[in-house]
Structure formats: C-alpha cells, structure tokens
C-alpha cells in the first residue's frame, strides 16, 4: 500500500453523525485522491487535490467535504447530508507533473458502515 | 461517470492457464492503466499505456491498446492462485494538469489451484 496510510480500517457511525476519515502520505506526493466503492463496482471519484488549499469536486461530491491544509494530509468528512454513506472508501495519491506517467497509489481503505 | 468497461466481468480459470480482460472506453485519453485489487485492499498499480503505444510487457503481463477500437487488453500468462483478485482499467482523459482517472467496475479473476 505505499507510503500511504488510512485510518480506521473500520468505522461504524449512526445516522445523522458526521465522520471523518483519515488519509496521510509520506510520498512527497502533490496530488491526492477520495474515491469511494460500493460493492461489485468500480471505484468513483469523490474529491481531488492537486496542491495544498486547492481542490475539486469529482462525480459524486455531494454529502462530503475536504480539506488540504497540507501536503501530507487530505481528510474526508462525511456529512450527515450523505443519504447512502455505506462504502469502503479510498485514498490515493500521485506526484503532480507534466510526464504522462499517472499511476496512482492507494491507501489500504476505510470501511464505514452506517448503523 | 464511468468510462471504462471491462470484459467478462468474471473469470475462473485453472492455475497454469492465460487469463484475458478486456477493456472498452470512450473518449480520447493520455493514458490507460490497469490495476489489482485484492479482497478489502487498496489498488495496486500494475501498467501504464500511453496513447502513442501500442504493446506494453511487464513480467508475466502483457497489454495492449487500439486507440482506434478504444479498446485494451491485459493478458496474464502462466496464472498463479495468487493473482486471484480483481482488476481495473483506468483510463487518464485529456484534462492536462488536472488529470484524474476513471475507472471501470473491474474484473473477478479466479484463478484455481
């Protein structure tokens, strides 16, 4: 899984309650990704950032919120505003450059299951 | 929105064998990428394609791309009961420095000892 750590590996929350989820890299890497999957699916993209007190939304943004306050860190939170927020949930990172090498490397995972 | 397609989206075969997936997408990209996912774990890398490619070889991993089919393919040859997981194609769209990646729903390669 790289230099990339994700915590908890598990989480269980009640309806209603805010949970954020925890993702640390020691790559050096600019770019960092949330992506969420369901079972049998594929992985869809939450959020991005590509430098420090930046980032995007990606297709499904909403009931979540980020920040970047720096480079090592890029924490998710989901809201209570999330109406389906059973998932495992995935962070990434990438070093921001103009080569067209983008491999990505992801963290280990978060389960969160909503009681 | 998912741009990849994988083909079949589950395969079993025995140990020793070659195991294809394919992959379709649909808009023009920088890059293709396949990565493997084992049960409840993050996704590692396994090859990257670039558009102006046409064959890539890594170890027992062999893929391809057809920009005009907008199609790839990653064969594994002389399979192992280890690479039983699943596998993503990813493709890197055209978004210059904001470059992220889409990723179809994977494949389920089972692979018997």
């Known amino acids: 899984d790289g230099g990339i750590t994700q915590s908890p590996k598990y989480l269980f929350r009640k309806e209603g309650q805010n949970v954020t989820l925890s993702c640390e890299q020691n790559?050096?890497?600019?770019?960092m990704y949330w992506y969420r999957q369901d079972p049998g699916q594929g992985l869809r993209l939450i959020y991005y950032?590509?430098?420090?007190?930046?980032?995007q939304k990606g297709d499904i943004a909403e009931g979540y919120s980020v920040s970047r306050e720096k480079k090592e860190s890029f924490p998710l939170t989901v809201t209570s505003a999330q109406k389906n927020p059973t998932a495992f949930y995935l962070c990434?990172?990438?070093?921001?450059?103009?080569?067209?090498?983008?491999?990505?490397?992801f963290g280990p995972g978060t389960r969160l299951t909503v009681l | 929105s998912q741009q990849g397609e994988e083909d079949p989206q589950a395969l079993s075969i025995q140990e020793g064998e070659n195991a294809t997936m394919n992959c379709s997408y649909k808009?023009?990209?920088?890059?293709l990428q396949w990565y493997r996912q084992n049960s409840g774990r993050g996704l590692v890398h396994l090859i990257l394609?670039?558009?102006?490619?046409r064959e890539k070889h890594s170890g027992r991993l062999r893929v391809t791309l057809d920009t005009s089919k907008k199609s790839s393919s990653l064969l594994i040859t002389a399979s192992r009961a280890a690479d039983t997981a699943s596998y993503f194609c990813?493709?890197?769209?055209?978004?210059?420095?904001?470059?992220?990646?889409?990723f179809g729903k994977g494949i389920t390669l089972s692979v018997r000892p």
């Open positions: 990434a990172s990438r070093p921001r450059g103009r080569d067209s090498r983008n491999e990505q490397f």
């Open positions: 790559l050096n890497h600019d770019a």
């Open positions: 950032s590509q430098i420090v007190n930046d980032f």
């Open positions: 808009t023009s990209i920088n890059n």
């Open positions: 394609i670039r558009s102006n490619e």
């Open positions: 990813a493709t890197d769209a055209l978004t210059g420095a904001n470059s992220k990646l889409t």
